[in-house]
């Protein structure tokens, strides 16, 4: 009885100490992403999605030409990716008529996760990206990326008020 009464005191005690203090989560923490720079890639980033080893390659050649608002919003527009755990395999297995339909899908998804992330505290990169993308109106990239305007437009509706 008294084993149970002390065993009941030191669990109460405990929890009283504990108060205010953040609980442990029993999900495994979010995988830590490299990030590695690489001046002879040909793209200013891309994104590898990996459960346990995420990595994000940039060009930091390219990230300079673009200064630091765009560029920040590209590097938050690849971890939206990981975030979004997008991989181009489920596209490419996919019905080649969609494959580039769901492409640019993810490529918008990255885009609006990007300028949420962002916030009103990143608010220069989204319309930095804003700008860039606006200035490409109906051109795109290749036929995996929506066009400049779509994406402009995309990001616009995503950004914090």
Same mark, same amino acid.
């Given at each position: 009885?008294?084993?149970? $009464? ?23 923490? *979010? ?5 590695? +720079?690489?001046? +002879? &890639? ?19 050649? &390219? ?12 590097? *938050? ?6 975030? $979004? /755990?997008?991989?181009?395999?489920? *596209? ?10 769901? $492409?640019?899908? /993810?490529? !918008?998804?990255?885009?609006?996760? +990007?300028?949420?992330? &962002? ?7 989204? !319309?930095? +990206? ?25 990001? &616009? ?5």
């Amino acid at each position: 009885m008294i084993n149970r $009464l002390l065993t009941v005191v030191a669990t109460g005690l405990a929890a009283l100490l504990s108060a205010g203090r953040p609980v442990s989560s029993t999900r495994p923490a *979010a995988p830590q992403v490299r990030e590695i +720079a690489d001046a +002879a &890639l040909r793209d200013v980033a891309v994104a590898v999605y990996d459960s346990v080893h995420p990595v994000i390659y940039y060009n930091p050649t &390219l990230m300079r030409q673009f200064g630091p608002e765009l560029g920040m919003f590209f590097m *938050a527009h690849e971890h939206a990716h990981i975030t $979004l /755990k997008h991989t181009r395999s489920g *596209a490419l297995r996919s019905d080649p008529s969609q494959r580039d339909r769901l $492409l640019q899908q /993810k490529e !918008l998804e990255a885009d609006c996760l +990007a300028a949420r992330s &962002l916030g009103v505290t990143g608010r220069e990169g989204s !319309l930095a +990206a804003v700008r860039f993308f606006s200035r490409l109106g109906d051109r795109s990239f290749d036929t995996e990326h929506p066009t400049g305007t779509t994406r402009a437009a995309k990001i &616009l509706s995503c950004m914090p008020r």
